[in-house]
């Protein structure tokens, strides 16, 4: 079992669950959220030409609120999540695992950058994350002594 496995463990024990993976794990969902509409959303564009003003006429809202959600992971309300896939012709489904079933190599199975946060942290060192200056979407990790 690995640190991050064994420090999930421990916090699940907790009689409250800590911050740090309560955030963790939303921002797994709102990626896999965000995630999943744009590759439905990319296919239509591709087969058909869509285009975000396409799906915002379709749902009744603004293409610029369109392209906001498209752009990057936000917290959506489940009705917007629920307008943009019907908009799409799709149908939301959500299935709910249990935490063993969704960590693998003892590293929680998400795509996020949270992720290598998880895995450079231990308990007796704090890690602090920032964004690398190449690209928004990468992150570097650093000691709390180089983040100073």
Same mark, same amino acid.
């Given at each position: ?39 439905? +959303? !990319?296919?239509? %564009?591709? $087969? ?6 396409? *799906? ?17 992971p936000t917290n959506l309300e489940i009705d917007t999540i ?13 299935? +709910? !695992?249990?935490? %063993?079933? $969704? ?6 199975? *998400? ?17 602090l994350m920032k964004p690398t200056p190449t690209a928004a ?12």
């Amino acid at each position: 079992m690995t640190t991050s496995q064994t420090q999930l463990d421990q916090a699940l024990s907790e009689p409250q669950i800590n911050k740090f993976w309560l955030g963790y794990f939303q921002e797994g969902f709102r990626e896999e959220v965000h995630q999943q509409l744009l590759e439905i +959303f !990319e296919t239509l %564009k591709k $087969s058909s030409g869509w285009t975000r003003s396409d *799906l915002a006429r379709k749902i009744g809202r603004r293409p610029e609120q369109v392209t906001r959600w498209l752009s990057a992971p936000t917290n959506l309300e489940i009705d917007t999540i629920s307008d943009m896939a019907l908009g799409m012709r799709v149908v939301p489904r959500l299935r +709910f !695992e249990p935490v %063993k079933d $969704s960590i693998s190599d003892g590293k929680p199975n *998400l795509t996020n950058p949270v992720a290598d946060f998880v895995a450079a942290s231990t308990a007796s060192q704090t890690v602090l994350m920032k964004p690398t200056p190449t690209a928004a979407t990468s992150y570097e990790i650093l000691s709390r002594s180089e983040a100073a």
